[in-house]
Nanobody, 119 residues
Framework: QVQLVESGGGLVQAGGSLRLSCAAS????????LAWYRQAPGKQRELVAA?????STNYADSVKGRFTISRDYATVYLQMNSLKPEDTAVYYC???????????????WGRGTQVTVSS
């Protein structure tokens, strides 16, 4: 079993910062891509940022220059600066994981952490 546990969400004023963390645990042979998604009320879940096993990153246009994704082996971080009310959403961690040498890659999700930005 693989578990992803997010932390670091909360309430912040516009212009403020938050740092999200997501720790992977369980039966893990290798972690490939890691990513953060978000879902605002009434909207579809969208990709915020992703980072490959080699460290390549990509960001949604709406967060470029404000958010930074990083990782160590089993943890992914999202540093969020200059937060805006439109960043309010539940943020989900996502990981592509191999649980064994011959196992197929599987995608795992955390339960989410709420980020609320007040104006």
């Amino acid at each position: 079993q693989v578990q992803l546990v997010e932390s670091g969400g909360g309430l912040v004023q516009a212009g403020g910062s938050l740092r999200l963390s997501c720790a992977a645990s369980g039966i893990i042979f290798r972690i490939n891509a890691l990513a953060w998604y978000r879902q605002a009320p009434g909207k579809q879940r969208e990709l915020v940022a992703a980072i490959s096993s080699g460290g390549s990153t990509n960001y949604a246009d709406s967060v470029k220059g404000r958010f930074t994704i990083s990782r160590d082996y089993a943890t992914v971080y999202l540093q969020m600066n200059s937060l805006k009310p439109e960043d309010t959403a539940v943020y989900y961690c996502n990981a592509d994981i191999l649980t064994g040498l011959a196992a197929p890659q599987s995608t795992h999700w955390g339960r989410g952490t709420q980020v609320t930005v007040s104006s």
